[in-house]
C-alpha cells in the first residue's frame, strides 16, 4: 500500500468535488438567465468585474478605481440577490457551493492540509486495506434473533440488547462513541454485528477498517520486518473506527503482543473508538497479553456477552434437513 496512491486518491476526490460544484453553479447560473428578465445582464455585469480590476491596477489612480469597481459589484450582488428571492429562489443561489467551506474544496487551508482531506486519505487508505480482508461486510436486516429464542430468558434478553445496541451504536456514531468488546463461542453472530456496524458506517462516509487479528498483525509484522512500503500502523491509529475480528487467534509473538497494545492504546490516548470481538474470557485474555491490554480493552468499553449454540452449525443442519425432505 503506497502512501503516494492513498494521497492522489484523496485530492482527486476533493477535486471532483470542486469540479462538481462549480458545474452546478454554471448550470443555476444558465437556468436563471433563461427565466429571469433582468438577470443575465447583471451575471454579465459580474462577470466583466475580473477584467475592470486588472484594467485598473496598472493605472495611476488604482485605489480608487478599485474602490468604485467594489462598490458597483456589491451593488450588483445585492440586486441580483433581490432578484433571486422576488422569484422564490435563495439569495445565495448563484453563488458556489463547495462541500467544505473551509478550503472551498481546495483541500488545503493556509498552504496546510485541510481536514477534510484528511478525512479523505483515511477512507481511502481504509478502502485499500478493506479491500484484502477476508471479511464479507454484513448487514442488521441478515441478523436473526430466532437463533436465540430457545435460550434461557436472561441469555435470550442478553443476545436482544446486544442486536438493539449494535443498531444504536452505528446510528449515533461519532468519534466520541466508545468502545465495544464482544467476548463468546465462535459462531455466535460477533462478527456478524461489528461487520454490520461497519457497514452502516462505510455508508454514511466513515473511515473504517475491518479485518481479522492475525491478517492485521502479518500485515503490520510485513511492513515492519520486510521493510515493504506501507503505514498500515498510521491508517489503524487515525480510522474513524478500528475493528478487530478474531482477537487472540493470532500467532503470539513479542512483536504481535507489543503492537495490540500499542494500537489498543494509540486509539484510546486519540479518542478514537475500536471494536473488538474474542473467543477468549477476561481471564484467558489476562493470561495471554497481560493486565495492561485487558484494562485498555475493558476500562471504558461496553462490554457484550455473546451466548447461543453455532449458528454456522444450526444453518448447516437445517440445511441438511430440508434436503432429506426434498428427497
Known amino acids: 500500500m503506497l502512501q503516494e496512491e492513498i494521497y492522489a486518491a484523496a485530492i482527486g476526490t476533493i477535486q471532483q468535488r470542486r469540479r462538481d460544484a462549480q458545474t452546478e453553479q454554471e448550470q443555476r447560473t444558465l437556468r436563471i438567465r433563461q427565466e429571469i428578465p433582468g438577470a443575465a445582464a447583471l451575471c454579465s455585469t459580474l462577470s466583466e468585474t475580473c477584467f475592470s480590476v486588472l484594467r485598473a491596477a496598472g493605472s495611476a489612480d488604482r485605489a480608487q478605481r478599485l474602490a468604485a469597481i467594489r462598490q458597483r459589484a456589491q451593488e450588483t450582488e445585492h440586486t441580483l ?12 443561489y448563484l453563488k458556489i457551493h463547495y462541500t467544505c467551506k473551509k478550503c472551498c ?17 483515511g477512507k481511502a487508505g481504509a478502502a485499500r486495506m478493506n479491500a484484502r480482508s477476508q471479511l464479507a461486510l454484513c448487514s442488521f436486516d441478515t441478523f436473526s434473533l430466532a437463533y436465540y429464542k430457545d435460550l434461557p430468558a436472561d441469555e435470550c434478553g442478553a443476545m436482544e440488547r446486544n442486536f438493539s445496541d449494535c443498531r444504536r451504536y452505528a446510528a449515533n456514531f461519532s468519534a466520541q462513541s466508545g468502545n465495544l468488546l464482544m467476548i463468546g463461542n465462535t459462531g455466535l453472530g460477533k462478527t456478524h454485528l461489528s461487520l454490520a456496524i461497519a457497514n452502516a458506517l462505510l455508508e454514511k462516509g466513515f473511515s473504517v477498517i475491518y479485518d481479522s487479528a492475525g491478517s492485521l498483525m502479518h500485515q503490520l509484522e510485513q511492513e515492519q520486518f520486510s521493510h ?35 494500537l489498543l492504546n494509540g486509539r484510546i490516548s486519540a479518542g478514537l473508538p475500536f471494536i473488538v470481538s474474542t473467543n477468549l474470557t477476561p481471564q484467558e485474555i489476562r493470561g495471554r497479553y497481560g493486565d495492561r491490554v485487558l484494562s485498555r480493552l475493558i476500562c471504558g468499553a461496553q462490554l457484550m456477552p455473546f451466548f447461543g449454540r453455532d449458528i454456522r452449525m444450526l444453518r448447516a443442519s437445517a440445511q441438511s434437513q430440508d434436503r432429506r425432505k426434498s428427497t
Not at 498500515?232 to 500467532?251: K, P, S
Open 81 to 92: 440577490s433581490e432578484l433571486l428571492t422576488a422569484h422564490g429562489y435563495p439569495a445565495d
Open 228 to 262: 515493504s512500503s506501507g503505514d498500515t500502523l498510521r491508517l489503524l491509529l487515525e480510522c474513524d473506527l478500528l475493528i478487530i475480528d478474531d482477537f487472540g487467534t493470532e500467532f503470539e509473538t513479542r512483536f504481535t503482543s507489543s503492537m495490540i497494545y500499542t
Open 105 to 121: 474544496d481546495t483541500g488545503f487551508v493556509g498552504g496546510k492540509p485541510c481536514e477534510c482531506l484528511r478525512h479523505e486519505i
